[in-house]
């Protein structure tokens, strides 16, 4: 369940607008995940984390995408977790 500060936030700024920031979150989400992997920033990929959750869950919001967004991930996990059991036999 989105938090209604949430909603007021993607509605002001619109779905364009939100995708541009989505995108710049990722990006820095992937500098983030590079520095982890040299330096062991934690802190910052933590952070950087909780901004792209943040725009993932107005764009969801904004697409009204959440019944279908649910089914896709349970489904992408059944799928790993039986990859995962074929990797076992």
Request: aromatic share 4%; proline share 0%.
């Amino acid at each position: 369940m989105i938090d209604d500060r949430l909603k007021v936030i993607a509605d002001h700024y619109g779905l364009d607008g939100q995708l541009g920031i989505l995108q710049e979150e990722c990006a820095e989400l992937i500098q983030a995940v590079s520095k982890y992997h040299r330096n062991g920033m934690e802190a910052l990929m933590v952070e950087e984390m909780a901004d792209v959750l943040i725009m993932i869950d107005q764009i969801t919001y904004l697409l009204d995408a959440s019944h279908g967004l649910d089914g896709i991930i349970q489904w992408k996990i059944g799928r790993q977790m039986k990859r995962i059991t074929e990797e076992e036999t």
